[in-house]
């Protein structure tokens, strides 16, 4: 099977999810225009992982898997669960990586135990926090046992954070159905930092404190890790699912605006009554291994857009979608 890298948003997403959905099907597969809407183009170090991380669970052939090259093949032979240990060797993220893994793993006869190591709570991924509290737990509702572990945290450059999962067999899928939220009764807020003073943490939570006014919010503060960085990151139950926001700190931005931002965001996920906008599109290839759902989201974002057409290639999928609501389907055909 041929995949343009290049279609929809054009990153990473593209080659998580064919590799990922591939490894499941035993399908080889050749991926053209890697990351080709980034710049720079092609593998970096964490896409490179991806696919040598892939490769070792499936005992997988591959030709071209070096950083910068804008074309792979992919083609798996065996699925394997046992324990592994990747090294992203940078700061790349760790949930991004969880991502491609999990879908594999959960297919495989055998639990799994990952060890992972790179950055936990960087920029363009989801936090560990986030991974953890919101998309694991959103997962478990389709009968997916996942545990994930925080060893340390690891921010940009350096990398270094390191996380645990056990990773049960999916013997049971259940699909989502009508998925319905409500507002949280409560929230938690997780503020940390390393190589700074514990004041920006502390200054990160009050600024998401500050608009969160009238909520019963927890907050959690952390101030080890490996490093130099800050992140925050807020979740709760809403009723049939969990959501979450979060924010990472850099250079110019202060510790109260990372966290204003992230209750900001989650204050008009609550407004709306949908899901946060980073969760539907991580839920799709999931949705199409288990059945129908009907998901209230906030936006269609190009990240939902190009997994719904990525699973299609791989699961016969159809979907419609209105303004605030997204149905997925598994059809005998692909989207029309």
């Not at 190591?117 to 997962?139: E, F, K």
Request: one cysteine or more; proline letters at 5%.
């Amino acid at each position: 099977m041929l995949i343009d890298g290049s279609f929809g948003e054009g990153g990473g997403q593209v080659l998580r999810t064919s590799l990922a959905l591939a490894s499941v099907a035993g399908l080889g597969i050749d991926v053209t225009n890697i990351r080709a809407r980034r710049d720079p183009p092609g593998l970096r170090p964490q896409h490179l992982c991806a696919v040598t991380s892939l490769a070792a669970i499936t005992d997988a052939a591959l030709e071209g898997a070096r950083v910068g090259s804008t074309r792979l093949s992919f083609h798996p032979s065996a699925l394997r669960a046992g324990q592994y240990r990747f090294d992203v060797g940078t700061a790349g993220s760790v949930t991004l990586l969880l991502q491609a893994l999990l879908v594999p793993l959960l297919m495989a006869n055998e639990p799994s135990e990952l060890v992972l190591v790179g950055g936990t709570d960087v920029r363009w991924s989801p936090t560990v926090d986030y991974m953890s509290n919101v998309t694991l737990r959103a997962l478990s509702r389709l009968g997916i046992d996942a545990d994930m572990t925080l060893v340390k945290r690891g921010y940009y450059p350096r990398g270094g954070g390191e996380v645990r999962l056990c990773i049960s067999p999916w013997e049971r899928a259940r699909p989502l159905g009508h998925v319905r939220v409500r507002e949280p009764d409560s929230l938690t807020v997780v503020s940390s930092c390393a190589g700074l003073p514990d004041h920006v943490a502390q200054r990160q939570a009050k600024g998401a404190l500050m608009l969160l006014e009238g909520y019963d919010v927890d907050v959690v503060y952390d101030t080890s890790g490996h490093g130099v960085g800050s992140a925050l990151s807020i979740y709760g139950d809403a009723g049939e699912m969990p959501i979450g926001t979060s924010a990472v700190g850099a250079r110019g931005y202060s510790a109260e605006e990372v966290g204003a931002d992230a209750a900001r965001e989650m204050l008009q996920t609550i407004e709306k009554k949908t899901l946060d906008s980073h969760l539907p599109d991580q839920l799709v290839p999931y949705i199409g291994l288990s059945g129908d759902a009907t998901l209230p989201i906030p936006a269609l974002t190009g990240h939902l857009e190009t997994n719904l057409a990525m699973t299609s290639r791989f699961i016969p999928l159809c979907w419609d979608k209105d303004e605030r609501k997204i149905s997925i389907k598994r059809k005998e055909r692909a989207h029309r």
